[in-house]
């Protein structure tokens, strides 16, 4: 057996924090896990590691939120076009978060997390009427794929759009689960495209999806005890000043 250092063992036991930890908020609030994960850990490592680590418990986790949903299929009837426009962007995109340029992918990220926080806080909610939905699927599922080849966080703009529906709150859930799992899928074929996605390092992604299970599971207890929107928040404004670090390394 080869012996683990002092520096592994801190470094595993930051990443099942950090997992169990965006399972918490899951289990809460019903996203934010790639969020949360890719925030904390883009401030240690390359985004395109994190990206990679996240690819396994995000899958896992989005598919559970998926299948437990209601009526799957009527979704991705009206939704197919919203997910094409995520495959086709992040495919196109996701060079930018594999070039090497960790300064300008940080940033980006610090970016995208700092307006998904302040646009949840601060916007009011939208309403697509069904005639726009026709292209404005498409075109916030491209803007999603965008961002997510670009910077690993797939909330921006697809979650505020889904928002925008008028679906019934078991069905909202349903489509975030359908999006975030499409934008994983997404995200492992752009980052394996480009040369970043080792299927043979599969088994680190395949470790964490444990402590993030653990902590839906437990975000989910919790949601049970405490107030949702206190929480949610509380997480907005964590992730604000987080999002806004990362992004001021882009003026450093």
Known sequence: MWPI????????????????VAGLVKG????GLPTVAMGVLGAIMPPVAAAALLVVPSFVTNVWQLVTGPDVRSLMRRLWPMMLGIVAGTLL????????DTHL????????LLA??????????????????????????????????????F?????????ALGLSRDDLIQALGLSFTVSTIALAAGLALHGAFN????WQSALLVVPAL??????TWLRQRISPALFRKGFLVCLALLGAELASRAFR
Request: glycine share 12%.
């Open 5 to 20: 250092s002092d520096t592994d063992t801190l470094f595993w036991s930051l990443l099942i924090l950090t997992f169990f």
């Open 28 to 31: 809460v609030t019903g996203m």
């Open 93 to 100: 995109s996701a060079s930018l978060l594999t070039r090497g």
């Open 105 to 112: 992918t940080t940033a980006a990220l610090g970016f995208a």
């Open 116 to 153: 998904y926080a302040l646009y949840t806080l601060f916007a009011k909610q939208i309403c697509v009427p069904p005639r726009l939905e026709l292209w404005l699927s498409p075109l916030s599922g491209m803007t999603t794929g965008v961002i997510t080849g670009g910077t690993g966080v």
């Open 155 to 163: 909330v921006i703009p697809a979650v505020p759009y889904l928002q």
């Open 199 to 202: 299927v043979g390092n599969l």
């Open 214 to 219: 653990m902590g839906m599971v437990a975000g």
